[in-house]
């Protein structure tokens, strides 16, 4: 699926507020990362801090820190859980962000509290691409000047 | 790492246009701890009350080709940092305008009153 130039993989769940793709592993606990309109938003990313493995994340709260081009925004996650593990390539390469967001670049895994109940809170395919679109036109998103979009999103 | 909910952490920044190269670390940090949930006051002291002045916070860079002070101000606002400016007795703010991210003109006596209650103060 593309928008605006940007891939949104069909086979992950979307957090469209949050700017976060959502991975079901076969563990029942949830991959998440930064979707390619985060990174357009964000632009070059030079580093990630996430949080401790093992700490209990609370919806809307931040799971780590991200830090941009002159600027900084917590990572929120869209659901509450545990956070089973980090990316620790990302502690050397916050730029596999930005290279491979939705492979490679991945950020945080949680084992959400009740995954089944929860699970179509975060949409797939047209239903996402078509919640995404309508958060991109409620950030006034201008695919011509990502750059100074990203100073003005928190 | 990271802060417990609601940690508050008092910044004093002292520093001011004397030492532009100094200005803009105490914003971005506050901008950093906000992020990771750390409940954040910055306290403009001394010389930093100047970088209260819309004038200086426009035009003061910490490096040459950088941003103005107020575009970190105004990130530590975003993260949801507080911003307080010492009154300074004898100091007349009439006529002079201040940036609109100041939230509070604030007593030597508050002050004092946070250094005691926060969890950590840092002076930069």
Redesign the interface.
């Known amino acids: 699926m593309n928008l605006h130039g940007l891939e949104f993989p069909d086979t992950l769940r979307y957090a469209p507020e949050h700017s976060l793709w959502l991975r079901e592993e076969d563990d029942s606990s949830v991959t998440l990362g930064l979707t390619a309109y985060g990174c357009a938003l964000y632009g070059q990313i030079f580093a990630f801090t996430p949080k401790r493995v093992g700490m209990r994340i609370e919806r809307d709260r931040g799971f780590g820190v991200v830090e941009f081009a002159k600027a900084a925004a917590s990572a929120r996650s869209p659901l509450t859980g545990e956070l089973l593990a980090v990316n620790e390539a990302l502690r050397e390469r916050p730029s596999l962000i930005n290279r491979d967001c939705y492979g490679e670049g991945w950020m945080a895994r949680l084992q959400p509290l009740d995954w089944p109940a929860i699970r179509d809170q975060f949409p797939q395919g047209e239903t996402a691409l078509a919640a995404i679109a309508e958060r991109m036109r409620l950030d006034n998103f201008d695919p011509a000047n990502v750059h100074v979009q990203a100073l003005q999103w928190k | 790492?990271?802060a417990p909910a609601n940690q508050r952490v008092l910044i004093l920044v002292a520093s001011g246009p004397s030492t532009p190269v100094r200005c803009a670390a105490p914003f971005?940090i506050a901008?950093?701890l906000?992020?990771?949930?750390a409940e954040v006051t910055l306290y403009l002291t001394g010389e930093g009350t100047q970088l209260a002045r819309r004038d200086v916070a426009e035009s003061l860079r910490a490096v040459a080709d950088?941003?103005p002070l107020l575009?970190f101000i105004r990130?530590a606002r975003?993260?949801g940092a507080r911003l307080l400016m010492c009154r300074q007795p004898g100091v007349d703010l009439t006529g002079i305008a201040l940036i609109d991210e100041l939230d509070e003109i604030s007593s030597g006596g508050e002050l004092a009153q946070m250094i005691l209650e926060y969890e950590r103060v840092l002076t930069l």
């Open positions: 790492m990271h971005h901008t950093l906000a992020c990771m949930d950088g941003e575009h990130n975003l993260a």
